[in-house]
């Protein structure tokens, strides 16, 4: 059984920093891409970041520049380090892993509010 454990969500006024982490547990024993995603009230789920196994990442046009993913492989963990946060920001944000054999596993979602 494969859990994704997210933490770091929050309330954050405008202009200010979280760190969002994800860490796997159970049987998965190679993951290739990592990624979070978020879903705002009344919107449909949104990719805001991928990296790759080989270090390679993507992000949202709307977070470019304010996000940075990154990976820990031996703890089986991403983060999502957020900037600059804005109102706009609020979500909840799921991570997602894609193991070797393809197989997507999903976090439970965790909260952001951006509010002054």
């Known amino acids: 059984q494969v859990q994704l454990v997210e933490s770091g969500g929050g309330l954050v006024q405008p202009g200010g920093s979280l760190r969002l982490s994800c860490a796997a547990s159970?049987?998965?024993?190679?993951?290739?891409?990592m990624g979070w995603y978020r879903q705002a009230p009344g919107k449909q789920r949104e990719l805001v970041a991928v990296i790759t196994s080989g270090g390679s990442t993507n992000y949202a046009d709307s977070v470019k520049g304010r996000f940075t993913i990154s990976r820990d492989n031996a703890k089986r963990t991403v983060y999502l380090q957020m900037n600059s946060l804005k109102p706009e920001d609020t979500a909840v944000y799921y991570c997602?892993?894609?193991?070797?054999?393809?197989?997507?596993?999903w976090g439970q979602g965790t909260l952001v509010t951006v509010s002054s």
């Open positions: 159970g049987s998965i024993f190679s993951i290739n891409a």
């Open positions: 997602r892993f894609v193991g070797s054999s393809g197989y997507v596993y």
